[in-house]
T-cell receptor, first 114, second 117 residues
Framework: AQKITQTQPGMFVQEKEAVTLDCTYDTSDPSYGLFWYKQPSSGEMIFLIYQGSYDQQNATEGRYSLNFQKARKSANLVISASQLGDSAMYFCAMREDRDDKIIFGKGTRLHILP | GAGVSQSPRYKVAKRGQDVALRCDPISGHVSLFWYQQALGQGPEFLTYFQNEAQLDKSGLPSDRFFAERPEGSVSTLKIQRTQQEDSAVYLC???????????????FGPGTRLTVL
């Protein structure tokens, strides 16, 4: 069963606007972590942000924040003040704490327009 | 310091050939992961090592795939009798020990792009 769903295959956003990338997940494990990674055209995977299932506050890292809605099983990534360098593939991912592997979604390709 | 390195960056193999892909994790990183990323898809888990112990190999697609990490540092992913469906980018990632908070951050290498003709 697919555990991570990213419904936006591609998005176009004007530079300096905020952007929200959607992610929903499915798990029966009460303890888990959620991740977002960025993959530019060069191919490397860059860790952006992490949210634990028991964390009380939404995670933030600079311009990145994770909008965690546990009851809806939603973990959207919000990028504030987008920049041209934000153009890349973005992957939402999850790891159940009883396991070590990370399960990735299919990704969203973000295009920032000048 | 140096990040995760992988070699070769590109590999072209004829169907039926054996290939070996190398991963050098960040020094001191206990955990090492291999992923397979097909074109246009997200990475898919293959296998996981903690030091030299292979704790999870549930993602290996067939018995043609074999991974090792004999001394708990460098790891090799071997694919025997390659098939066209093995064409993908193979990503290696490493992280600190699972008991540390920073375990959550996996550092990825640049990947090896394998093309099987």
């Amino acid at each position: 069963a697919q555990k991570i769903t990213q419904t936006q295959p591609g998005m176009f956003v004007q530079e300096k606007e905020a952007v929200t990338l959607d992610c929903t997940y499915d798990t029966s494990d009460p303890s888990y972590g959620l991740f977002w990674y960025k993959q530019p055209s060069s191919g490397e995977m860059i860790f952006l942000i992490y949210q634990g299932s028991y964390d009380q506050q939404n995670a933030t890292e600079g311009r990145y924040s994770l909008n965690f809605q546990k009851a809806r099983k939603s973990a959207n990534l919000v990028i504030s003040a987008s920049q041209l360098g934000d153009s890349a593939m973005y992957f939402c991912a999850m790891r159940e704490d009883r396991d070590d592997k990370i399960i990735f979604g299919k990704g969203t390709r973000l295009h920032i327009l000048p | 310091g140096a990040g995760v390195s992988q070699s070769p960056r590109y590999k072209v193999a004829k169907r039926g050939q054996d290939v070996a892909l190398r991963c050098d994790p960040i020094s001191g990183h206990v955990s090492l992961f291999w992923y397979q990323q097909a074109l246009g898809q997200g990475p898919e888990f293959l296998t996981y090592f903690q030091n030299e112990a292979q704790l999870d190999k549930s993602g290996l697609p067939s018995d043609r795939f074999f991974a090792e990490r004999p001394e708990g540092s460098v790891s090799t992913l071997k694919i025997q009798r390659t098939q066209q469906e093995d064409s993908a980018v193979y990503l290696c990632a490493s992280s600190l020990d699972s008991t540390t908070p920073m375990y959550n951050e996996q550092f990825f290498g640049p990947g090896t792009r394998l093309t099987v003709l």
